[in-house]
């Protein structure tokens, strides 16, 4: 497989998978939104031949579908696939003995090897010399958004004591010294954050290696949900082929056939404002203070590629990612939590905030009335489950004579809808934590979650039009079907939520006055119910992006019983709030001045938009 990016490329090229852009391109907005055109048109990778402002080519959309990404991983999938679920069921190892051979010997292939050429050490650079990427109008600066950020232990330093992670690191802008800081953002229970917190009791820096580029392999395994105690870099050797090769130059490790290193320390206590970024989300992820890299050396091979990708509302390039990993990684998650067939973090919501799953009910087979219970331990499993506990909005039943299918998210609400009982069904967790990058909640990280458990027979049949009482409603407006069961309502501009209190008591009170409308469960309050009713992926990141389940949910006849709260109808107030980031938007000068890219004899010329 590849040793390096520049074989990657060309390998894809030979096989129709990439396109050269030939002409000079602007890294501010320019090669970001020409990236967001291919990608949103399926298009291939893209090699920018002529940065503006730096000698270093770019490289983007690698992995922008799925079935490029197999293609690059083609010779090694397989044997990495293996790998992990031994180490997710070592039990499979007695059972197909022979297989558990050959992928052994892969496996010890891949154990990192120290020393060797360092072809990433042919010169050394400033931060001001690489291509400075600055992706969404209002992002602080350019930021690095395919790093490998490295760290090890310092209570047990050592290659395989060490964590390899994605986090943005921030490379100019706000009040960071050029060429002499840098910024990295990170949650606190990540890796690197683990490694932090070990340092800063110790009272000593934390050495920080970035690497950037080098085979592909480096770049996947970074972001990577392994099981506990396999290593990052034993993936990227399995993934590539060959042994992940290290050094050590002045105490930090070094990829050796990585296309960029940075090295530096971050100081225990010291932080600077970090922000703002266009997020995965599909909105800015603010300003706050993360810690500061104190930068010490930037290396760079000879004709290095700078890889990069562009971060903002699903699908991106990301989700390929994803929908990669999810391949590569199979029964991890149902290894991990027993009674689970299958959870689906949903990306057109932003992908944190909503999961869809399956889990099993074995708990009431006696009983007369199905009910979830299983289920209910199930979910409490998954909401504390690594990136899992970053959800607020769980959607979890179990089959039931008929099989089901997450990532039909239409059968699949359809059927949790048909069944739910909403006196007893919806569960919230208060005053807990969320995405760092979802502004919904009460603080940084701060919000709520709700499980929403259904299982057991049909108790209803779901509207399959606006039903009328809902045209009647006064003060709200223009109700839009957006799927069974579930209708789109307009509101007042929000305010505040004392006033939002007010609102949603008229409205439920509206509501219940028009009579039961037990065939729709699920009401939406939005700012344009045409939006967010015209298609399927609208409702999911609106509804889902924009909502705190315990000060945004309301319900048509609500109660509480022992602090149990059920409703007859479930209202979430999805409009947009103050205290929320700005959506993204592109530049509208900018999407148009890269038209000339994409005319007749332009180097995109041949992909259709």
Not at 265 to 283: A, M, N, Q, S, V
Not at 528 to 552: E, K, M
Request: charged share 20%; net charge neutral; with cysteine.
């Amino acid at each position: 497989m590849y040793r390096n990016m520049e074989e990657c490329i060309l390998d894809l090229e030979k096989h129709g998978h990439l396109i050269r852009v030939r002409e000079e391109v602007d890294p501010y907005l320019e090669m970001a939104a020409i990236h967001l055109r291919v990608y949103e048109a399926g298009g291939p990778a893209l090699l920018f031949e002529r940065v503006k402002g730096t000698k270093f080519r770019a490289v983007s959309n690698l992995f922008g579908t799925l079935e490029r990404s197999k293609f690059i991983f083609r010779k090694t999938w397989t044997n990495t696939q293996n790998i992990i679920a031994l180490k997710s069921n070592p039990l499979a190892a007695l059972k197909t003995p022979f297989k558990s051979i050959g992928t052994g010997w892969a496996a010890l292939k891949a154990l990192p090897m120290k020393g060797g050429s360092r072809p990433v050490t042919a010169q050394e650079i400033r931060i001001s010399d690489l291509p400075l990427i600055h992706h969404w109008p209002m992002d602080g600066g350019a930021f690095v958004t395919l790093p490998q950020v490295f760290t090890e232990d310092p209570s047990k330093p050592g290659i395989m004591n060490s964590n390899l992670g994605m986090y943005r690191v921030q490379l100019s802008g706000n009040s960071y010294e050029p060429d002499r800081e840098v910024g990295v953002h990170y949650q606190i229970h990540r890796g690197i954050g683990i490694h932090q917190d070990k340092a800063n009791k110790l009272g000593q820096p934390l050495k920080v290696s970035i690497f950037v580029g080098g085979p592909p392999a480096h770049t996947l395994s970074a972001v990577m949900p392994l099981p506990e105690g396999l290593s990052e870099l034993t993936v990227a050797g399995m993934l590539s082929g060959r042994r992940f090769r290290y050094s050590y130059v002045d105490g930090y490790c070094i990829s050796n056939e990585a296309d960029f290193v940075i090295t530096g320390e971050i100081h225990p206590g010291e932080t600077k404002p970090e922000g703002p970024f266009g997020d995965h989300l599909g909105y800015y992820s603010l300003v706050h203070p993360f810690p500061v890299m104190k930068v010490h050396k930037v290396y760079a091979r000879t004709n290095a590629i700078w890889p990069f990708t562009v971060v903002g509302r699903p699908p991106q390039e990301d989700t390929a990612f994803g929908e990669l990993i999810h391949e590569l990684t199979g029964d991890a998650v149902r290894q991990e939590i027993p009674g689970v067939k299958e959870v689906h973090a949903v990306d057109a919501a932003g992908v944190h905030p909503l999961l869809f799953a399956i889990g099993s009910e074995r708990y009431t087979p006696y009983q007369n009335i199905k009910r979830p219970a299983e289920l209910l331990t199930i979910a409490n499993r998954i909401l504390g489950t690594g990136q899992l506990s970053l959800a607020k909005y769980l959607f979890i039943t179990a089959e039931d004579g008929m099989p089901l299918d997450t990532h039909r998210e239409v059968e699949f609400l359809t059927y949790i809808l048909e069944r739910i009982d909403l006196h007893r069904d919806i569960h919230f967790q208060t005053q807990t934590t969320i995405d760092t990058l979802d502004y919904s909640g009460t603080g940084l990280n701060s919000g709520s979650k709700v499980v929403f458990a259904a299982y057991g027979d049909k108790k209803r049949e779901l509207c399959r039009e606006v039903p009328d009482s809902l045209k009647r409603v006064r003060g709200f407006e223009n109700p839009r079907l957006i799927m069974p069961g579930v209708v789109a309502i307009q509101g007042p501009q929000f305010g505040s939520y004392p006033e939002a209190q007010k609102q949603l008591e008229a409205l439920t009170k509206a509501v219940s006055e028009q009579g039961a409308l037990p065939a729709c469960p699920m009401i939406i309050l939005c700012d344009d119910s045409s939006i967010v009713s015209a298609d399927l992926r609208n409702f999911l990141w609106v509804t889902f992006t924009r909502s705190n389940p315990s000060h945004d949910i309301y319900g048509v006849n609500s109660y509480y019983d022992n602090k149990h709260w059920g409703c007859d109808n479930v209202i979430i107030d999805a409009r947009s709030k103050p205290h929320q980031a700005p959506p993204l938007v592109q530049d509208a000068d900018v999407d148009k001045n890269i038209d000339r890219l994409f005319a007749k004899g332009g180097s995109l010329s041949g992909i259709k938009i």
